[in-house]
């Protein structure tokens, strides 16, 4: 296909995005910011963010058929996603992006997607993470 007309998903590939996907997560269960919200066993966190993601950028609808509607900030709630929480969950997704390899204009194109969705994850200030001092 023309590259013009090429999907994000079509451009990395599925396989490149399951690597990506994996690279992400290995740093997510090492970040002292996320490990307090995540499960301790990512395996089914990495298989829907796999359909999520294939969908986001054009590829089958795999999560909602799975999982219906993403509604992606409603599913977060249950979550303090502060500021510096969105730092660290784009600073894992950064790293694996570089880690991974992919081309321009589609790393960029992906990184800016990202950054604005994370955006609208936020739901708690950054003094009310809801732990002990
Ligand atoms: C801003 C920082 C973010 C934090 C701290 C965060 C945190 C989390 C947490 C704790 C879960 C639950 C994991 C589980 O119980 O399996 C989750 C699920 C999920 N997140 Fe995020 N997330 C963030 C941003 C994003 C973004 C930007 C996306 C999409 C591009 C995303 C997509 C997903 C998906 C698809 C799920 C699975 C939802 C489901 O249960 O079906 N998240 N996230």
Redesign the pocket.
């Known amino acids: 296909m023309p590259q013009e007309h090429r999907s994000i998903y079509e451009a990395i590939g599925d396989e490149k995005l399951q690597i990506l996907v994996d690279a992400f997560y290995k740093r997510v269960a090492s970040h002292p910011e ?1 490990t307090p ?3 301790a066993d990512l395996t ?2 990495k298989r ?2 796999k359909q ?2 294939t969908q ?1 950028f054009g590829g089958p609808p795999l ?1 909602i058929q799975e ?1 219906g509607h ?1 509604m ?1 900030r409603a ?2 709630m249950p ?1 303090p ?1 502060t500021p510096t ?2 730092d660290a ?1 784009l600073s894992c997704m950064r790293e694996a992006v570089f880690e991974v390899g992919i081309e321009q204009p589609y790393e960029r194109i992906i990184l800016e997607r ?1 950054t604005m ?2 955006n609208n ?2 739901n708690t200030p950054e003094d009310e993470k809801g732990e002990s001092m």
Request: aromatic share 22%; net charge positive; hydrophobic share 50%.
């Open positions: 996320l919200i995540f499960p089914e966190t829907k963010q999520f993601l986001f999560y999982h993403p992606l599913r977060h979550f996603i929480r969105r969950w990202l969705t994370a994850m936020m």
